[in-house]
């Protein structure tokens, strides 16, 4: 099994949140992610592998939820400790290290509603799913998801590089732990506080084109639909920013990007720049003060960030990335098909 160790939740704006039941395995040289889940399922045995891995064109691919479910895929649960110790190594080298810590942290959170909830069987940090899709290798294509309560992650890679790594969706329940051991832990301290800091520091002509309703709504919009829409056109442009509110926006992108590896963080930035800052639009809904329920999104041409939190009284956080040609990598694989040499008799 893993060693244990102490998980430091967030980034700077979370600092001193300790979670004392997070599992991170040092590593002096991680192997690559191809390596990582081809180990991993060489440490399975005929009926696990069954469950973990299924063809890459299965309908189960594009099935994704964030609420506690039953799922297709091998739950940490059911595994032998090589086999947890394998799926451990192949989730942190899918991410960047904060970001290994952030998931962790919300698996342990688990911990927190089982107590919360006297004991509720639901409430397991075991019930989380590892699923790979197709046959992994450095010239075909295949892909992975690891998912349970609050959170659902996705990556397709082709030809050795992962082109898709959404949807990306990361929860928090509480959003803030307000007694027992993980006290003042707050998973997505980040993602809450720069967009609050952001619609504060608007200007009052700002606010009224970035707030376009006093209610926020009971989810994020999207929920889990396989292909996002755009929404209304609605909110603050980037280009009606001042430089010092352009800082606090990237710096709230960057957060949503910054759990993926640097090299799949970079890509998406990329992307958005390529397809234009200018009018990305930030939109506001609900209170602006911390305890309001409060809703935020920035939606660009090509994709969508969505924060909600407004259950359990405004303490308990869903945040989600949609790229609306790239969720599950499906148009950038219709793309590579239709532009590509590829063995047609190749089961992918």
């Known amino acids: 099994m893993l060693n244990r160790r102490e998980v430091i939740i967030g980034g700077a704006l979370a600092a001193g949140a300790v979670l004392t039941e997070g599992t991170v395995r040092a590593q002096s040289k991680p192997p ?51 086999q947890q110790e394998a799926a451990h190594q192949l989730l942190q080298v899918s991410l960047s290290k904060s970001g290994f810590r952030k998931v962790e942290a919300i698996r342990q959170l688990e911990l927190v509603l089982k107590a919360m909830e006297n004991g509720s069987a639901t409430r397991d940090t075991e019930l989380y799913y590892f699923t790979v899709f197709g046959d992994p290798s450095s010239k075909g294509t295949w892909g992975w998801r690891y998912e349970g309560h609050h959170v659902s992650l996705h990556w397709t890679s082709i030809k050795g590089k992962v082109v898709a790594s959404s949807p990306q969706f990361l929860g928090s329940n509480p959003a803030e732990v307000r007694s027992g ?117 920035i939606q660009g041409s090509t994709f969508l960030v969505e924060y909600d939190c407004t259950q359990n009284d405004a303490n308990h956080i869903h945040t989600v990335w949609r790229d609306f040609n790239g969720d599950f990598g499906v148009d950038l694989l219709a793309l590579h098909y239709h532009t590509a040499d590829h063995d047609h008799g190749h089961n992918v």
């Not at 991993?40 to 299924?54: G, I, N, S, V, Y």
């Not at 992307?271 to 003060?289: C, L, P, Q, S, T």
Request: charged share 30%; glycine share 6%.
């Open 181 to 297: 051991p993980q006290k003042g832990v707050r998973v997505l301290a980040a993602e809450e506080d720069l967009g609050r800091s952001l619609v504060k520091a608007l200007t009052a002509e700002q606010r009224a084109e970035a707030i376009i309703s006093e209610t926020a709504p009971a989810d994020v919009v999207t929920t889990n639909v396989r292909k996002a829409g755009i929404l209304e056109d609605k909110g603050l442009a980037y280009s009606k920013l001042t430089a010092d509110q352009q800082g606090l926006f990237l710096s709230l992108l960057k957060e949503y990007c910054s759990i993926q590896v640097e090299e799949v963080a970079k890509r998406r930035l990329d992307a958005v720049n390529r397809a234009g800052m200018d009018n990305i639009k930030f939109a506001w809904m609900g209170g602006i003060e911390k305890g309001q329920p409060h809703y935020y999104r």
């Open 32 to 82: 690559t992610l191809l390596k990582a889940v081809q180990t991993f399922l060489a440490t399975l045995d005929p009926e696990r592998k069954a469950k973990a891995q299924l063809p890459f064109n299965s309908e189960e691919r594009l099935n994704w939820f964030y609420i506690p479910k039953e799922r297709n895929g091998l739950r940490y649960k059911n595994m032998l400790p090589e």
